[in-house]
């Protein structure tokens, strides 16, 4: 089966302060139709959402989470915190996301996706970049399938680069892969995404950082539908 795809293509731009990233990206994705990349704030971007990462119980004192809270104000927090409390319980799972309203006129959305559990967590041994960037997009299909045509365009940060101290490289490659296989997959919730994902890139999970490489796309998607 096909993978139902949004009926307006979606703007992606990948932007960051970190140099060392936005080169990363520039070579991880440099054979992908329909990426922006540039260096410079998320706060810069006029967007339809931004994608945060952040942690599981959406404390946002940290890293790109504490930019946006204090630019957007504290009651996004309590926005983000209330949707992970009424949709997982008070916890979010690395590998899922919540699009709340911002607040602003820009962003009219925030995605909070966690790339770790709990504040200042490193992760550059895990794929939690890959979930996290592919949980993202889950939520903007999800939005996008509640009310057509609210997220048109998007932007993201490197995942997982600063405060989970993920190399630039890793960070770039996973991003691509997290992203290729949400775009090559259909899932049925998150729970299959992050089974399907993890299954997907164990081989690069066992594998020394240093030698992590993006993972080639599958060749042909699962049959499900995304909800």
Known sequence: MAVNR??????VVLTDINTHVVEAWRAAFADTPGIEIRKGSILDETVDAWVSP??????????????IKHYLGAGIQLRVQRAIRD?????????????VSSGAVNPKFLISTPTMESSSQNVSETLNVA????AAFQAIHRKNNEAPGSIESVA???????????????????????????????????????????AQLDDI??????KRVRIAPPKRPRPASRR
């Open 131 to 134: 979930l996290a960037c592919a």
């Open 6 to 11: 949004e009926q307006t293509p979606l703007k």
């Open 205 to 210: 999970e066992n594998a020394p950082v240093e």
């Open 87 to 99: 949709q997982f319980t008070g916890s979010l799972p690395v590998g899922s996301a919540v699009c």
């Open 54 to 67: 952040t942690n599981s119980r959406g404390l946002m004192n940290g890293g790109v989470d504490a930019v």
């Open 156 to 198: 993201l940060v490197g995942m997982g680069a600063q405060t989970g101290r993920v190399p630039a490289r890793v960070c770039a490659n996973l991003m691509w892969s997290g992203y290729t296989l949400f775009n090559d997959y259909s899932f049925e919730d998150y729970d299959d995404l992050r089974g399907t994902i993890t």
